[in-house]
């Protein structure tokens, strides 16, 4: 008798968890409908590297490490948790984009493993940025702090559901960005949008009603940065790759992530 099979979101999740994360999750299937449903399911992995995030720096601001310490290291999980994949993809956008070059060559300068000045320089602000941003949160509470980095997980994967959508285009007919360009449907894409805003600001009603729309327009603009750097990327490179999945990510994180520590 054959063995039932899985269901269509068990494939999803596989997709979503074992390409976004490493986690020890076995993709069973790599087609157009799981890779909807993966990318569909980004923010729910988003929702548990940012889970893994907090707690380290919670933990370490308990133990007295201050704020500082508390945000390295739970900027530094994000990191490892996807191997460093968007960071990587964010640095050879950068190349790509600095270069000046028309798109096949931004693309081969973009598949090099070496990081050139842009890619550095764009990494080292970013990363800046995202310490920064979730330090001032940790200093104003662990609360504060934990909502921070686990709303900017998710809304990074969540820019990915929404660059995958129907309409965007793959610059090369191989790799992950080819594999999940314009899989998801418009609508999907958009009550995803609804419910990740929804959640993030029921999340931060917690902290109050300025910690709800605070954390709302945290997504808001993490989406809007993101669909800026997309539509740039489609003009210079003709679509996405794989990269500018990973420079999407890296761009809304720290953009949500600046938003949630403005303010008292």
Do not use: N
């Not at 157009?32 to 893994?52: K, N, Q, S």
């Not at 790759?241 to 403005?262: K, R």
């Amino acid at each position: 008798m054959p063995a039932p099979s899985a269901p269509p979101w068990s494939d999803g999740l596989r997709f979503a968890f074992g390409t976004l994360t490493v986690f020890p999750v076995r993709v069973t299937r790599w087609d157009r409908d799981a890779a909807r449903g993966g990318m569909l399911a980004a923010p729910l992995a988003g929702l548990a590297v940012g889970g893994c995030a907090a707690l380290p720096g919670v933990l370490l601001l308990a133990l007295g490490g201050g704020p500082l310490l508390a945000a390295v290291a739970s900027v530094a999980v994000p990191a490892a948790l996807t191997r460093g994949l968007h960071l990587d993809g964010l640095a050879d956008t950068a190349d790509g984009l600095g270069s000046g070059k028309p798109a096949e060559d931004a693309l081969r300068i973009m598949k090099r493993s070496d990081i050139g000045p842009f890619g550095v320089v764009t990494l080292l602000l970013v990363l800046l940025a995202q310490v920064a941003a979730v330090a001032r949160a940790y200093d104003d509470s662990w609360a504060r702090g934990a909502l921070t980095v686990v709303v900017a997980a998710a809304a990074a994967r969540l820019a990915l559901t929404l660059a995958a959508r129907a309409g965007v285009p793959a610059a090369r007919p191989e790799g992950l960005g080819a594999a999940v360009a314009g899989t998801v449907p418009v609508p999907g894409a958009v009550l995803a949008a609804a419910v990740v805003t929804a959640t993030a600001a029921a999340a931060g009603a917690a902290l109050g009603p300025v910690g709800a729309v605070r954390a709302a327009a945290g997504v808001v603009l993490a989406l809007a940065a993101a669909e800026l750097l997309l539509r740039h990327c489609v003009r210079r490179f003709g679509g996405v790759t794989g990269d500018v999945f990973g420079g999407l990510a890296e761009t809304a994180a720290t953009v949500c992530a600046v938003v949630l520590a403005l303010g008292r």
